[in-house]
T-cell receptor, first 113, second 112 residues
């Protein structure tokens, strides 16, 4: 069964460094999402992406964040200058054109020290 | 403000017993309501998706209800199994673009 994959599973970085989180959505999906979950808190929407552009973003998704689909398979989230409060689990999700279902990846745990 | 509230925060039941989890929401616009299961350290997995016109939806031992007038939903789990131990999250789809609003979840523990 197709699934969303994410790499790395765990990323440790120092405050102020740039990180890129990678996702491979399900191959025929067209809508892509990033969410984050700070430890012990609820999952929060960051951004949605369709047709090579951002379709919606939350207040969390400020100028430090960017997304890109550099090729036909990868979907990335870049954090330019990480802060301690960026430490969280980051989930990628994808959705097909016809369905409502979003399929989530296993997540990348980002730890900023 | 768009909110999704769940109760109880945590629940412990014995294997084989039934339980019901509650969700109240104030998200607008409302597109759909979902229940997800999330194991610790894993991504959420969808159990059911309901639109405002659906009152009940089942997926095996999981049955979700929706009252769009009162903005309440429940998830009923029958004949619980040890593998049901997880966080159950009520999620609202707020627009056709797909943005999701998550509740904090109910942490369910099933004891043998």
């Amino acid at each position: 069964e197709p699934e969303v994959t994410q790499t790395p599973s765990h990323q440790v970085t120092q405050m102020g460094q740039e990180v890129i989180l990678r996702c491979v959505p399900i191959s025929n999906h067209l809508y892509f999402y990033w969410y984050r979950q700070i430890l012990g808190q609820k999952v929060e929407f960051l951004v949605s992406f369709y047709n090579n552009e951002i379709s919606e973003k939350s207040e969390i998704f400020d100028d430090q964040f960017s997304v890109e689909r550099p090729d036909g398979s990868n979907f990335t989230l870049k954090i330019r200058s990480t802060k301690l409060e960026d430490s969280a689990m980051y989930f990628c999700a994808s959705r097909g054109l016809a369905g409502r279902e979003q399929y989530f990846g296993p997540g990348t745990r980002l730890t900023v020290t | 403000k768009n909110q999704v509230e769940q109760s109880p925060q945590s629940l412990i039941i014995l294997e084989g017993k039934n339980c019901t989890l509650q969700c109240n929401y104030t998200v607008s616009p409302f597109s759909n309501l979902r229940w997800y299961k999330q194991d610790t350290g894993r991504g959420p997995v969808s159990l059911t998706i309901m639109t405002f016109s659906e009152n009940t939806k089942s997926n095996g031992r999981y049955t979700a209800t929706l009252d769009a007038d009162t903005k309440q939903s429940s998830l009923h789990i029958t004949a619980s199994q040890l593998s049901d131990s997880a966080s159950y999250i009520c999620v609202i789809g707020g627009s056709t673009l797909g943005r999701l609003y998550f509740g904090r979840g109910t942490q369910l523990t099933v004891w043998p």
